[in-house]
């Protein structure tokens, strides 16, 4: 697609002034009206509160068609990176939107391993926090801090030193997660291990003790490795969006990539797994029944959602909902485990889609209403869920930073408003008011 030979214009009356503006056409027959020329021509401005019909970008990385419930990672279906992929090589995919060749993924490989450590003082910066505090926040600062250890890491480097940038953040990424864990235990932090796979490697930091031996579960592994994929990007939702927004002032990576992870923890975005699972745990105790639950999510002034229902973009099924499903159902019956919890989602899912409400609203499962059931079953606490979204989410925003960062047509990100308040008035001195 190109911003400069638009096919087709829409035309725009505003008083006694036409104006044409061009319209641009994605790759997909996606049509965006280019309103860049818009308060030049007219003084007027668009209006669009949550940007729900504002492009912010020209992007190669993702595709989503949320009325079909299609979703491709550089045109690749998500049904068949699940299925055939692995975390890292899409990875790779979504920084270069192409798939490596097997001597570019070995080599890839190699490097994440390289920098999976973190600097002994960024271990002491865990101690700093209090144990009870939130993972999200603690890997937030710690992402954040990662500036100061790399201080020479800038907005404007060479391609290479981008790349090395990247390649860090992918690797110390788990073991950052993993210290926020074994910091709220108390239990002393395991060195990454080279040998093993990404997954692996993740499922040894957290659970492993320098007191015995530990086998990561390859069953657990691979699982975690689809959840992996299955969150890697989703183009410019409010985290990615973030993420692009800080780097547009020219944030380097590490700044950028730490708002994103603030961005992602609240429940309306990636901390609605938790808030699931503490819903889900609420009617399982008795606090009230599904059917109870799902009425004061359907009364407005109760303040409550069903959580991990509906989404901005898909009107239908979300497919990595689906995958989550089937993979949920799965994982326990290898793991020969039942799980409640799994049983009153379904419920819930049955009752909200033969329901009125959610039909005329176009509500379905969206990714994390299943997540959590299959974190449960591989051991991973309530409150690291959402870190483990942002441990999937890091090559998307990676790969959206990059790309932002050679758009010849990125400007730093600074929306306009529509001022309501109080016209000019005089000041009046504290003693006359
Ligand atoms: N439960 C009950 N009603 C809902 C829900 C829900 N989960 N989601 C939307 N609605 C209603 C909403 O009240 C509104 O009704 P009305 O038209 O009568 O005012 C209508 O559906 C449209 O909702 P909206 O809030 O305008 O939709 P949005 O696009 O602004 O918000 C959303 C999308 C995901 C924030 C919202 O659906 C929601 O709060 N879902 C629950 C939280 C959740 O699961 N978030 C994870 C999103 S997917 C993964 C990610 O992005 O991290």
């Not at 595709?63 to 550089?74: M, Q, T």
């Not at 788990?174 to 291990?193: D, E, L, N, R, V």
């Not at 299959?374 to 870190?387: C, E, K, N, R, S």
């Not at 999937?392 to 990059?402: E, K, T, Y």
Request: aromatic residues 10%; proline residues 6%; contains cysteine.
């Amino acid at each position: 697609m190109s911003s400069e030979t638009p096919s087709k214009t829409a035309k725009l009356t505003i008083g006694d002034t036409t104006i044409e503006l061009p319209v641009l056409e994605g790759s997909e027959g996606e049509i965006a009206i280019d309103i860049r020329n818009l308060r030049n021509q007219t003084g007027a401005i668009t209006y669009d509160p949550g940007f729900g019909n504002t492009g912010s970008c020209l992007s190669n990385i993702t595709y989503l068609d949320g009325e079909k419930g299609i979703l491709r990672y550089a045109g690749y279906p998500i049904e068949q990176l699940a299925e055939q992929s692995n975390f890292l090589e899409v990875s790779w995919l979504l920084i270069h939107q192409s798939l490596p060749t097997k001597q570019e993924l070995a080599e890839f490989h190699r490097e994440i391993t390289y920098h999976t450590m973190v600097h002994e003082d960024l271990k002491r910066f865990f101690g700093s926090m209090p144990k009870t505090g939130h993972p999200m926040a603690i890997c937030a600062a710690t992402v954040g801090a990662l500036s100061t250890f790399y201080q020479d890491v800038k907005y404007d480097d060479p391609e290479d030193q981008r790349w090395e940038a990247a390649v860090r953040l992918l690797a110390k990424m788990p073991t950052i997660a993993a210290y926020s864990y074994k910091h709220s235990k108390g239990q002393p932090f395991m060195y990454p291990q080279n040998d093993l796979s990404y997954p692996e490697n993740i499922m040894h930091l957290m659970f492993a003790t320098p007191c015995e031996p530990y086998e990561p579960d390859p069953v657990i592994a691979r699982a975690l490795d689809l959840l992996l994929i299955l969150h890697a990007d989703h183009e410019q939702n409010c985290s990615t969006s973030t993420v692009r927004t800080v780097g547009s002032s020219q944030a380097n990576l590490f700044a950028s990539v730490s708002a994103g992870i603030s961005a992602l923890w609240g429940p309306l975005h990636g901390g609605a797994n938790q808030k699931v699972i503490e819903m889900l745990i609420s009617i399982r105790d008795g606090d009230r029944s599904a059917k109870d639950f799902m009425n004061l999510a359907k009364d407005k002034s109760s303040g409550v959602r069903l959580m991990g229902f509906g989404h901005r973009v898909y009107k239908n099924y979300d497919p990595r909902a689906r995958i989550l499903k089937k993979s949920c159902d799965e994982v326990l019956a290898r793991m020969g485990t039942k799980n409640p919890l799994l049983e009153i989602a379904k419920e819930l899912e049955e009752i909200a889609l033969n329901d009125e409400y959610f039909i005329e609203r176009k509500l379905y499962p969206n990714v994390d209403f299943y997540s959590g059931i299959i974190y449960q079953a591989l051991g991973i606490p309530i409150d690291m869920f959402t870190v483990f979204f942002a441990l999937g989410r890091m090559p998307g925003w990676i790969a959206q930073w990059l790309e932002f960062h050679r758009d010849a047509d990125a400007r730093i990100m600074r929306p306009r408003q529509v001022y309501t308040g109080e016209r000019e008035r005089n000041y009046v001195p504290v003693d006359k008011r």
